[in-house]
T-cell receptor, first 112, second 111 residues
Framework: QKEVEQDPGPLSVPEGAIVSLNCTYS??????FMWYRQYSRKGPELLMY????GNKEDGRFTAQVDKSSKYISLFIRDSQPSDSATYLC????????????FGAGTRLFVKA | NAGVTQTPKFQVLKTGQSMTLQCAQD?????MSWYRQDPGMGLRLIHY???????DQGEVPNGYNVSRSTTEDFPLRLLSAAPSQTSVYFC??????????FGDGTRLSIL
């Protein structure tokens, strides 16, 4: 079993839809949770960075962490064609040198 | 501010050839890492460094060498290229307990 599981998609939605992207994990030591966006032929770009449980909002993006269920989510409101990309979840624990474990990524297509 | 810079962007090698992928960062980050990204596999850690002169192996280190003589540079060497090393390689840097910042990758094809 992988430490981090993420549905690869692809996920196709119409412009303006609310998008929900999710990851599950098995290591209860993870405390730092991240979402990266990766456009084709580019490197991953940090979108959201949260510590422990709870919600964090930044513009149209909201990250949620539920440590009791070992489940994290990224919500995108009013999705735009420019949001079409691959979204990677990632998480780290302070123990073990803060190594980052990445999900395989979900491909998102937002249709105009 | 350039961030993390990787060169070259593309490279084609023949089996058995060696080469060095370059990575430089201008953010004075102590931690630097090399990942490879393959379809369906996500990002896998090859080698990492916690400071100049200190390196360690990641999840998939075989066939690769690294060194860290300065804070800014962290080159990755392929000793004898194999087709299984065809991949996209990303370099990343960060400060302690902070998220990774990535370069735009090197796309490597080995024939």
């Amino acid at each position: 079993q992988k430490e981090v599981e993420q549905d690869p998609g692809p996920l196709s939605v119409p412009e303006g839809a609310i998008v929900s992207l999710n990851c599950t994990y098995s290591n209860s030591a993870f405390q730092y949770f991240m979402w990266y966006r990766q456009y084709s032929r580019k490197g991953p770009e940090l979108l959201m960075y949260t510590y422990s449980s709870g919600n964090k909002e930044d513009g149209r993006f909201t990250a949620q962490v539920d440590k009791s269920s070992k489940y994290i989510s990224l919500f995108i409101r009013d999705s735009q064609p420019s949001d079409s990309a691959t979204y990677l979840c990632a998480m780290s624990a302070v123990t073990g040198g803060f190594k980052t474990i990445f999900g395989a990524g979900t491909r998102l297509f937002v249709k105009a | 501010n350039a961030g993390v810079t990787q060169t070259p962007k593309f490279q084609v090698l023949k089996t058995g050839q060696s080469m060095t992928l370059q990575c430089a960062q201008d953010m004075n980050h102590e931690y630097m890492s090399w990942y490879r990204q393959d379809p369906g596999m996500g990002l896998r850690l090859i080698h990492y460094s916690v400071g100049a002169g200190i390196t360690d192996q990641g999840e998939v280190p075989n066939g690769y060498n690294v060194s860290r003589s300065t804070t800014e540079d962290f080159p990755l060497r392929l000793l004898s290229a194999a087709p299984s090393q065809t991949s996209v390689y990303f370099c990343a840097s960060r400060q302690i307990n902070q998220p990774q910042h990535f370069g735009d990758g090197t796309r490597l094809s080995i024939l």
